[in-house]
């Protein structure tokens, strides 16, 4: 095979007339030649930090729609899967990815659970690292979370660092906010990515140090107008990330809509391709070609360098995308599911208090962190109740694993002003999370969840809408198309709610990650990030 275009030559920096000679899934040569092809070929788009599970989707049908974007690999991290199945979650992972031609690179995830603090459904532990750090699919050693484990020197934490520096596997981080001398321990540590920055000083200090940093554009956390003024100066080491994106983001773009955005600021379009297509294929080892002769042909076609619109992808030669039709071809999958907990009562979501005052969680638009603020609570017939004229919620954490009484909180800014909304894609450990404006409606859109074994819904009296997500309890069994026009729908009901949030599932979905600070809920209780500590619902 033969393809003509202008060849974006990144590591050299200059663009020419150029045609591509493919033989068996590999580049055999690139030379200058003469013809009138004004589209741009460049190395495919890599996804430096994701969760493939947030989209919903198994990672066969993920494909599909990424290819459409020019995303040819991705740097992925099935911690979500593996919180709900253990290692068996991630074998699961590889093995439907390999299906595809996409090239999926997965890492083994470090901390499941994130804390002892919730209930998943499984444990990892430093042995099994062991085990999934020997396997060849698995390229790094995921995210850290337990960032106080590295600085107090837990040794199960310490040991599953060590067996990726055995296994010469890089070790990627999670450090929201770690400054000054805490950041440099976990540095120390062999940790060597951050994709949690949301400062443009936090970035800075953490490149400063040596780290790569990952500019993170997904569904709820959006840190790119923050941190892309570091690009210019630092574009050797960052990198481009989604982390979790829905499967109606999917649909609209990826990798590529950054790349533009990065274009329209005025930054030099070389050193954007080095962080959205170069850095991440160093940095983890990847298998993937980088436009050069001897490389595995993966590589795009683009109509212009400005809005990078993708006319082709090819992947090891394969042409698995052009004008809009993905060639990714469907595959069957099974459904293994961990939900072990009957239907709920109304009782179950009730609260007796006499408190006059509570703590609530403010979630905050497009970021994962939360504060802590304190309210006038709502009481009716000695019960606490939500409060919708000042958009003080009841909110519940249902563990999926075990029949135990639902965790209660109350939240500020998902503005619902009737109904309930509920999902079991809550990280880190998947269980069922929902906000909703009385208790029946709370109750009735837990039930609807546990009937359907995951998913996510919105429900208003006896409107019900849902997703059902059988696939672990949070990825879905239809193809991306299918779920993303149901997940939109849902998603417009819930903002018809009152909702204002961009992205309300999203944000939902990360009302239970107590890793990142401050005020969060576990199935155990409310939780602040700060003191790493359980804390009162009621103050007195």
């Given at each position: 095979m033969q393809i003509q275009g202008q060849i974006v030559d990144i590591q050299n920096k200059r663009i020419y007339a150029g045609e591509i000679t493919v033989s068996n899934g590999k580049i055999v040569s690139i030379v200058e030649a003469t013809h009138d092809v004004q589209n741009y070929?460049?190395?495919?788009?890599?996804?430096?930090?994701?969760?493939?599970?947030?989209?919903?989707?198994?990672?066969?049908?993920?494909?599909?729609?990424?290819?459409?974007?020019?995303?040819?690999?991705?740097?992925?991290?099935?911690?979500?899967?593996?919180?709900?199945?253990?290692?068996?979650?991630?074998?699961?992972?590889?093995?439907?990815?390999?299906?595809?031609?996409?090239?999926?690179?997965?890492?083994?995830?470090?901390?499941?659970?994130?804390?002892?603090?919730?209930?998943?459904?499984?444990?990892?532990?430093?042995?099994?690292?062991?085990?999934?750090?020997?396997?060849?699919?698995?390229?790094?050693?995921?995210?850290?979370?337990?960032?106080?484990?590295?600085?107090?020197?837990?040794?199960?934490?310490?040991?599953?660092?060590?067996?990726?520096?055995?296994?010469?596997?890089?070790?990627?981080?999670?450090?929201?906010?770690?400054?000054?001398?805490?950041?440099?321990?976990?540095?120390?540590?062999?940790?060597?990515?951050?994709?949690?920055?949301?400062?443009?000083?936090?970035?800075?200090?953490?490149l400063s140090l040596g780290m790569k940093v990952l500019v993170r554009e997904g569904s709820a956390a959006k840190n790119f107008e923050a941190l892309i003024d570091l690009l210019p100066r630092n574009y050797e080491n960052m990198m481009f990330c989604s982390d979790d994106k829905h499967p109606d983001d999917l649909i609209l773009g990826h990798i590529n809509l950054l790349c533009a955005r990065a274009v329209a600021k005025g930054f030099d379009v070389f050193k954007i391709l080095q962080v959205a297509c170069v850095n991440p294929v160093h940095h983890y080892k990847m298998n993937v070609g980088l436009l050069q002769e001897n490389d595995a042909a993966d590589f795009i076609v683009v109509e212009d360098l400005v809005h990078f619109k993708v006319k082709q992808t090819y992947i090891n030669g394969e042409l698995v995308a052009e004008n809009g039709m993905s060639f990714v071809k469907h595959i069957p999958f099974e459904t293994p599911n961990n939900f072990k907990i009957t239907a709920k009562e109304l009782a179950d979501f009730e609260l007796t208090s006499s408190a006059s005052k509570i703590r609530v969680i403010e979630a905050l638009e497009g970021q994962l962190i939360t504060n802590e603020i304190h309210h006038q609570s709502l009481i009716v017939d000695g019960k606490l109740v939500s409060d919708t004229e000042n958009d003080i919620l009841k909110m519940a954490v249902v563990n999926r694993y075990q029949n135990t009484k639902p965790a209660i909180a109350f939240i500020k800014n998902f503005g619902l002003k009737k109904g309930a909304i509920a999902s079991s894609v809550a990280h880190d450990c998947h269980n069922i999370v929902v906000v909703g404006t009385t208790d029946e409606e709370i109750l009735n859109a837990v039930n609807l969840i546990i009937g359907n074994k995951g998913g996510i819904c919105a429900v208003n009296g006896i409107d019900k809408k849902s997703l059902a997500l059988p696939v672990a309890g949070i990825m879905s069994d239809k193809d991306g198309w299918q779920t993303g026009k149901l997940y939109q729908e849902i998603d417009t009901i819930t903002k018809e709610l009152g909702s204002n949030l961009k992205a309300p599932f999203m944000t939902l979905s990360f009302m239970a990650l107590l890793v990142i600070p401050d005020l969060k809920l576990s199935d155990k209780g409310l939780f602040s990030g700060n003191s790493f500590s359980f804390v009162d619902l009621e103050i007195k």
């Open positions: 070929i460049l190395p495919g788009f890599i996804d430096a930090h994701i969760h493939i599970e947030s989209s919903m989707l198994v990672p066969s049908e993920f494909a599909k729609i990424a290819v459409l974007h020019g995303t040819v690999a991705t740097i992925s991290d099935p911690h979500e899967i593996a919180n709900v199945l253990g290692k068996e979650g991630v074998y699961y992972m590889i093995e439907n990815g390999k299906k595809t031609p996409f090239k999926f690179h997965f890492g083994a995830p470090s901390c499941v659970p994130a804390t002892s603090f919730e209930t998943a459904g499984a444990i990892i532990d430093s042995d099994e690292i062991k085990e999934l750090m020997a396997n060849p699919d698995i390229y790094y050693l995921s995210e850290m979370m337990n960032y106080p484990g590295v600085l107090f020197d837990d040794k199960e934490v310490l040991k599953k660092i060590e067996w990726a520096k055995q296994y010469r596997k890089p070790v990627d981080g999670h450090a929201p906010a770690l400054r000054g001398e805490p950041i440099k321990k976990y540095i120390a540590a062999g940790i060597t990515t951050d994709h949690e920055c949301f400062t443009f000083d936090e970035a800075e200090e953490k």
